[in-house]
């Protein structure tokens, strides 16, 4: 009995002792197999972003910065007899003494004046949508519909709302005041073509606006309301400095489309006149390319127009910072 008592008290202590080996080899081995997809799972999540950006930054490359660089090298060679030769900078120099260009220039500078009130316009509106005044959702759509349209049909539809016996017009005699010359006057016909252009296009900034909203911390705006802050209090105060990101992007990206997508409206409704007054870089690089076949000189205007349009996104973007507090 003593002996068949000890058996099974020796046995499961030398089971534990194989079991507990075997399971300290078996941990040893899932530790040890364990280490090195470890390893190489922190190699591959290094190499992971690299991997997955490098289709973009090979598009980018390949259809953005490689045809920057050969048309600011085809813009220092000559055009006509002179094609392919090294010119220097004569084709600038050229640029600099057509007033064209110079006009075109300067419309750009009342682009830069103008853009505050392209910013401020859907900026308000989507002040108003968030605020949910009555009829936010209809106006939300309607305010959004004229980005859908070509700008082709803009520019046709506001040449017939324009016209000097147009429409407007027609009230404006009807409430006793001069018809205007609304796009044969060049005084006044570069601010109608800026304005339909933010009517047309402001209703994708209004989008970005009441994203910017959704980001926007409502404890803020219950407490100034609390407070019994007025409106124009809340936007200055609260709203703006809240949004101070959300309007750097729309001031970016607004200067950008109205240096590059007012050519269908200024080739419909102006076709760069009267006079020449409505011409912009844009339109002047289509004229110079498409029209006179100087496509060296159409090269310059391209690069003096990236150099514009990287030199006041800088600058907005570094006077928007400055203004909202950021460093």
Known sequence: MPIGNAEPSVRPVSAGRTDGAAAAGSAGRRRGTGSRPVRGGSRAERFAPYVLVAPAILIIVVLRLYPLLLGVNFSFTGDGERNGTTVGLDNYLELLDDPLFRTALSNVGLLVLL?????????????????????????????????????????????????????????????????????????????VVVGVHIWATFGMALVVFLAGFATLDAALLDAARVDGASLPQVIRHVIIPGLSRTIAFVAVTT?????????????????????????????????????????????????????????????????????????
Do not use: C
């Open 255 to 327: 200067m950008v489309g109205m240096l590059t997508s007012m050519f269908g409206l200024l080739y419909v409704m102006t076709s760069g006149g009267p006079e020449g007054s409505t011409y912009l870089p844009e339109y002047y690089i289509w004229i110079q390319q498409g029209q006179m076949n100087r496509p060296a000189l159409a090269s310059a205007a391209s690069t003096v127009l990236f150099v514009i349009m990287l030199v006041v996104g800088l600058l907005q973007v570094k006077l928007l910072r400055r203004a909202g507090g950021e460093d």
């Open 115 to 191: 853009l505050p009130v392209a910013v401020a316009i859907p900026g308000l509106l989507a002040t108003f949508i968030y605020l949910r005044v009555p009829g936010h959702r209809f106006y939300r759509s309607v305010y959004f519909f004229p980005a859908v349209l070509s700008p082709v049909i803009v520019g046709a539809i506001f040449n017939l709302l324009l016209a000097f016996d147009g429409p407007v017009n027609a009230g404006l005699e009807a409430a006793g005041i001069s018809p205007v010359d609304w796009l044969g006057n060049p005084g006044v016909a570069m601010f």
